[in-house]
T-cell receptor, first 115, second 112 residues
């Protein structure tokens, strides 16, 4: 059971380039989340998904797009990277939202630098 | 979801109990209290959660006040490996998943 995995672990982009971050979970969780964490700060929710084929905006969605074509995968896209998107990106999943099954399991993170 | 307030940092001696407070004075009756921690550069890790009763697991104990406006996470015998940022969050039973907010947490430093 690998839990939540993220690809890649590190990436350096130039301003204006695009890329996709991949999150995969093998726990059959319905809910998946993308967060960003800037130095010395807590996590902020970018986008989330409540099930296959669904996505929704979180707290800081601008500049990002997501897709959930398969239940186990949640992709985060940057169409035109900006230096302000330099951050560590964490993916998480949970069985459900609210109540006792709301425990989120996090991936190891992707460290993205935009020059 | 209710907002939480935590001290920015705390120290604890190795082997002693670490008591981390969290204020959630606007918590509603449907909201659970969750604790996570994040060891340097890693993804956050679930510790424990509760609604109104005190809870204990192999990692920690959670004490929730009777009025539910505050809680304390207790690590009974802190080790150096418990040095981390600890996040207290509240989650509604019927929550909109988009309201997941972690805040800045408490940086716990366990000293030898």
């Amino acid at each position: 059971n690998a839990g939540v995995t993220q690809t890649p672990k590190f990436r350096v982009l130039k301003t204006g380039q695009s890329m996709t971050l991949l999150c995969a979970q093998d726990m059959n969780h319905e809910y998946m989340y993308w967060y960003r964490q800037d130095p010395g700060m807590g996590l902020r929710l970018i986008h989330y998904s409540v099930g296959e084929g669904t996505t929704a905006k979180g707290e800081v969605p601008d500049g990002y797009n997501v897709s959930r074509l398969k239940k186990q995968n949640f992709l985060l896209g940057l169409e035109s990277a900006a230096p302000s998107q330099t951050s560590v990106y964490f993916c998480a999943s949970s069985y459900e939202t609210g109540g006792i099954q709301d425990t989120q399991y996090f991936g190891p993170g992707t460290r993205l630098t935009v020059l | 979801d209710a907002k939480t307030t935590q001290p920015t940092s705390m120290d604890c001696a190795e082997g002693r109990a670490a008591n981390l407070p969290c204020n959630h004075s606007t918590i509603s009756g449907n909201e659970y209290v969750y604790w996570y921690r994040q060891i340097h550069s890693q993804g956050p890790q679930y510790i424990i959660h509760g609604l109104k009763n005190n809870e204990t697991n192999e990692m920690a104990s959670l004490i929730i006040t009777e009025d539910r406006k505050s809680s304390t996470l207790i690590l009974p015998h802190a080790t150096l490996r418990d040095t981390a940022v600890y996040y207290c969050i509240v989650r509604d039973l019927n929550t909109n998943a988009g309201k997941s907010t972690f805040g800045d947490g408490t940086t716990l430093t366990v000293k030898p």
